[in-house]
């Protein structure tokens, strides 16, 4: 089985990628817009704007997912904690 920490260091690596992919497509198709340099005709603006919103909602994905792993290790280390406690005060 996977760890927790492999999972979340995938995952933040999935999304530090996607945010990437889409800054550049943001960039690009910003530049197309305002500059007028029709660099893509209006199917690929289309599929841009399409990517954009995919590629979003998969880093929030990653962004959720990261922060009910790391809820959970947080849950599990005071456990840990919450179990030596007890075992000094016996």
Same mark, same amino acid.
């Given at each position: 089985?996977?760890? #927790?920490?492999?999972?979340?260091?995938?995952?933040?690596?999935?999304? /530090?990628?996607?945010?990437?992919?889409?800054?550049?497509?943001?960039? &690009?198709?910003?530049?197309?817009?305002?500059?007028?340099?029709?660099?893509?005709?209006?199917?690929?603006? #289309?599929?841009?704007?399409?990517?954009?919103?995919?590629?979003?909602? &998969?880093?929030?994905?990653?962004?959720?997912?990261?922060?009910?792993?790391?809820?959970?290790? /947080?849950?599990?280390? /005071?456990?840990?904690?919450?179990?030596?406690?007890?075992? #000094?005060?016996?």
């Amino acid at each position: 089985m996977i760890s #927790k920490r492999r999972i979340e260091n995938l995952s933040i690596l999935f999304a /530090i990628f996607l945010t990437f992919i889409v800054s550049i497509l943001a960039i &690009l198709a910003m530049a197309d817009e305002i500059l007028q340099w029709d660099l893509f005709n209006d199917q690929t603006e #289309k599929v841009i704007i399409l990517a954009c919103g995919a590629f979003g909602l &998969l880093i929030l994905a990653c962004f959720i997912i990261n922060f009910m792993l790391n809820l959970s290790l /947080i849950s599990a280390g /005071i456990e840990h904690f919450a179990r030596k406690g007890d075992s #000094k005060h016996e």
